[in-house]
T-cell receptor, first 115, second 113 residues
Framework: GAGVSQTPSNKVTEKGKYVELRCDPI?????LYWYRQSLGQGPEFLIY????????DSGLPNDRFFAVRPEGSVSTLKIQRTERGDSAVYLC?????????????FGEGSRLTVL | TQLLEQSPQFLSIQEGENLTVYCNSS?????LQWYRQEPGEGPVLLVT?????EVKKLKRLTFQFGDARKDSSLHITAAQPGDTGLYLC?????????????FGQGTTLQVKP
């Protein structure tokens, strides 16, 4: 499809396990963003990439969270030693340029449940 | 910490009624966006406002950016059941529009037929 694709759509894991969430942005979009949305809240910024590099990772809550975008397209959000508080919907968005007075295109999200 | 406060958090109205959702902050934003999100989907952009005092209309939706660029409102005229969803305002606090957005907590709108 032409939109932002996120996999898996749902992930249930146990406390302490490692999780990877994948985002495939719209082809040609140079900027990629990860946000986290808890139940009843608005999305919360985690990290954004311009090309292959993390331009701003100030929203990552702690060092258990890490994200990569090695070839400037697909990105993977990695969470180590998951905790119940990590349960949320993880949203990925992309934009064609760094100047986003235009639009962020969001995927449908990956719902993570940590038991 | 820059925050965006939305009000009301929940709104349940009958088809045909008008409504206004507010998005307020004590901080200045270089631009402000409104998104609509349906269950199981990501937010979809409705509008971006960048100039203080700006008013934009999208069919039955009217968006306004405050003169001081600290607040915004969304007014829906003659609401329809298809307007049901979560409405989110989001502001870019920086001067270079990076896409690092601060979102409000959202307003859940239910329009009953």
């Amino acid at each position: 499809g032409a939109g932002v694709s996120q996999t898996p759509s749902n992930k249930v894991t146990e406390k302490g396990k490692y999780v990877e969430l994948r985002c495939d942005p719209i082809s040609g979009h140079t900027a990629l963003y990860w946000y986290r949305q808890s139940l009843g809240q608005g999305p919360e910024f985690l990290i954004y990439f311009q090309g292959t590099g993390a331009a701003d990772d100030s929203g990552l809550p702690n060092d258990r969270f890490f994200a990569v975008r090695p070839e400037g397209s697909v990105s993977t959000l990695k969470i180590q030693r998951t905790e119940r508080g990590d349960s949320a919907v993880y949203l990925c968005a992309s934009s064609p340029t760094r100047d986003v007075t235009g639009e962020l295109f969001f995927g449908e999200g990956s719902r993570l449940t940590v038991l | 910490t820059q925050l965006l406060e939305q009000s009301p958090q929940f709104l349940s109205i009958q088809e045909g009624e008008n409504l206004t959702v507010y998005c307020n902050s004590s901080s200045v934003f270089s631009s402000l966006q409104w998104y609509r999100q349906e269950p199981g989907e990501g937010p979809v952009l409705l509008v971006t406002v960048v100039t203080g005092g700006e008013v934009k209309k999208l069919k039955r939706l009217t968006f306004q950016f405050g003169d001081a660029r600290k607040d915004s409102s969304l007014h829906i005229t003659a609401a329809q059941p298809g307007d049901t969803g979560l409405y989110l305002c989001a502001g870019d606090p920086g001067s270079s529009n990076t896409g690092k957005l601060i979102f409000g907590q959202g307003t859940t709108l239910q329009v009953k037929p």
